[in-house]
């Protein structure tokens, strides 16, 4: 009996180490087909994420027949997908989508040091932002170059030309991820006309590839006034101005370093210019300092928003408010139109380099669906020679896009579309 005994605990501790082997095999079965589902409907996510910026790419198209026309947030464009509340669907798979203009933002790549004064940051995160920026060897007092980042635990080189990404502000010296995607609440600058505290985060301000197009009210392009072979007679002529201030504007560019203008702002100061109403009109519609057919930095008046025109220079924040309450629901048609607002010399200066009413470059946030997975991507899509293309794709830094974008949380209206 014993020996029976004995057995029968063996068979049932072999058992039992089978049956658990079985189990462990089965939950690592299923674990594995479980992350197979995952991986699957993630593919399936970012593919309908994909999906929704070639959505959006239709109605940028519609906007490349008409360039020269203002860009407004009554265009079809803005409100495709109802602000993100509207969902598509494709197959079992989903799309929200949402087009902003990128035009709206202040463009890392081009935004000056004054705007940066502006701005709710430190010294050492300004001149570590320049000195990132820009070429050579010597830092700035609270910058930092080569030698700075070279000595960091890992170490890597200062970029020393144009960012990428915005994101990439978090590799530059003093800036961290709460400098970016957080209210600052603990730093003003004076430079601002007035000291009132920031109601957005920096990365809802910030923008890159924002261009806009160079033509004037007829449709045609802009004159050059750094033109070398541009005479008085035709810039009097292609910017209907008077033939003694074309003269003084040709005058005043001989006399410029490398004999250029290197802000619109300086054509404003010229005698016959300055204080003359339709001269100052027809300079800030008719007149590039560029040969380029389109020019990165400018802000869109009429899409963008109060807080981002209040840190430019010459725009104080009750200025700024007054060309967003003013704007028309058809937009400012020329950008003369905001001269409306005010004709303070600091503030027409403000709008001849730093202002546009048209746009080239678009962002598409969209978040895609399958399943129990959600992919986010933001892209950028700039029009070149009246053909939209992606610049970029990112995915989004944080799973609460939707709610930081201000989209709603439950959908409306479920568009069906057919697969292609």
């Not at 479980?34 to 239709?58: D, H, K, P, S, V």
């Not at 990128?102 to 790549?109: K, Q």
């Not at 057919?293 to 928003?305: A, D, F, K, V």
């Amino acid at each position: 009996m014993r020996k029976r005994g004995v057995v029968l605990v063996v068979v049932l501790a072999v058992l039992a180490g089978v049956l658990a082997g079985v189990a462990i095999y089965s939950m690592n079965q299923t674990d594995a087909v479980n992350t197979t589902i995952n991986r699957t409907q993630q593919r399936r996510a970012r593919l309908a994420a994909e999906a929704g910026i070639q959505f959006a790419m239709e109605s940028i198209q519609t906007l490349t027949d008409t360039p020269q026309d203002p860009v407004t947030l009554d265009g079809d464009w803005a409100k495709l997908g109802n602000n993100g509340a509207d969902y598509y669907t494709i197959g079992n798979e989903s799309f929200r989508v949402q087009i902003v203009d990128n035009s709206g933002f202040l463009d890392i790549n081009t935004i000056t040091e004054q705007t940066l004064n502006n701005l709710p940051l430190t010294q050492e995160q300004i001149d570590s932002f320049l000195d990132w920026r820009e070429t050579g060897s010597n830092a700035r007092t609270d910058g930092g170059k080569d030698e700075y980042y070279n000595n960091l635990a890992k170490p890597y080189n200062t970029r020393e030309g144009q960012f990428q990404t915005v994101s990439e502000l978090m590799q530059v010296k003093g800036w961290t991820p709460d400098t970016l995607y957080n209210v600052q609440t603990n730093t003003v600058n004076t430079g601002r006309t007035n000291n009132n505290q920031a109601q957005l985060p920096l990365i809802d301000l910030f923008g890159l590839n924002c261009y806009s197009a160079t033509y004037n009210p007829d449709g045609n392009g802009k004159v050059n006034v750094n033109n070398a072979g541009l005479t008085a007679q035709n810039l009097a002529q292609n910017a209907q101005i008077t033939q003694q201030a074309a003269t003084a504007i040709i005058a005043a560019r001989a006399t410029q370093p490398n004999q250029r203008f290197a802000r619109l702002s300086q054509v404003l100061a010229v005698n016959g210019v300055a204080g003359n109403q339709q001269n100052i009109r027809n300079v800030l519609d008719r007149m590039t300092i560029s040969a380029s057919t389109r020019i990165e930095g400018l802000i869109n008046i009429n899409t963008t928003q109060a807080e981002t025109l209040s840190y430019l220079p010459g725009v104080t924040e009750d200025i700024a408010n007054q060309i967003v309450d003013s704007r028309p629901t058809d937009g400012y048609r020329q950008l003369s139109d905001v001269m409306s607002v005010s004709g303070d010399s600091a503030f027409l200066a403000a709008v001849a380099d730093n202002m546009t009413v048209n746009t080239q470059s678009f962002r598409v946030r969209t978040v895609g669906k399958a399943g129990n997975m959600t992919v986010c991507l933001e892209a950028i899509v700039a029009i070149s020679n009246n053909v939209p293309s992606i610049v970029r794709v990112e995915e989004c830094a944080f799973a609460d896009m939707p709610a930081r974008w201000g989209w709603d949380e439950e959908t409306n209206e479920n568009t069906l579309l057919e697969k292609q």
